[in-house]
């Protein structure tokens, strides 16, 4: 999953990935959906499918529940619930 900051509006989920999330390909309606991210890391919100090469976007839905650290020198990544 890619994470955009820019992206402030609905999920979207690659439509080669949609059945394992239970979404169905190319679908225009945003769906509530929910799933874990490797590390026990939690993402729900509403979704949209699409044809991405990616296997997704996680945008600001995401990033209200979640504190993002970057480590940009060392190339690290943490995050934390958001209190």
Do not use: C, Y
């Not at 945008?59 to 619930?81: E, I, M």
Request: proline letters at 4%; a negative charge; aromatic letters at 6%.
């Amino acid at each position: 999953m890619e994470l955009d900051t820019g992206n402030g509006g609905s999920l979207a989920i690659a439509n080669h990935i949609a059945p394992l999330l239970g979404l169905k390909a190319d679908q225009k309606d945003e769906t509530p959906v929910s799933f874990m991210l490797s590390g026990g890391i939690f993402v729900s919100g509403n979704a949209r499918t699409r044809d991405l090469i990616m296997d997704g976007n996680i945008g600001n839905q995401f990033l209200k529940r979640w504190n993002l650290t970057l480590d940009l020198v060392n190339g690290r990544v943490w995050l934390a619930p958001a209190t």
